[in-house]
Nanobody
Framework: QVHLVESGGGSVQAGGSLRLSCAAS????????MGWFRQAPGKGREVVAT????????YYADSVKGRFTISQDNAKNTLYLQMNRLKPEDTAMYYC????????????????????WGQGTQVTVSS
């Protein structure tokens, strides 16, 4: 059973940076693709970034491309999301998730492909 725990959220001013971490257990990096999702108040959950098994390829939503970087440390079983130049519209609860589906192009992953989810970490960006 995969267990995911996010950390690193907080409050920051626009233009600032945060790094989110997702510690995984019961997990082998070569068997799962990983993703970061977010959900703002009153909105549906949306994909932020995904990374194919082991970290060979990545995908970013247009809204974060060039500002956010997804990565993973396979030795530590930890997924990261480096968020730079944060904007107020980035305010949301951020979730990491794991998928057993094998889409070599991480752009093909959808929310329903992810079976395992963390509890979320709140990111608040003030203007």
């Amino acid at each position: 059973q995969v267990h995911l725990v996010e950390s690193g959220g907080g409050s920051v001013q626009a233009g600032g940076s945060l790094r989110l971490s997702c510690a995984a257990s019961g997990y082998t990096s070569s068997a799962y693709s990983m993703g970061w999702f977010r959900q703002a108040p009153g909105k549906g959950r949306e994909v932020v970034a995904t990374i194919y098994r082991g970290g060979s390829t990545t995908y970013y939503a247009d809204s974060v491309k060039g500002r956010f970087t997804i990565s993973q440390d396979n030795a530590k079983n930890t997924l990261y999301l480096q968020m730079n130049r944060l904007k107020p519209e980035d305010t949301a609860m951020y979730y990491c998730a794991a998928s057993v589906f094998d889409y070599s192009d991480p752009a093909n992953y959808r929310e329903y492909d992810f079976s395992y989810w963390g509890q979320g970490t709140q990111v608040t960006v003030s203007s």
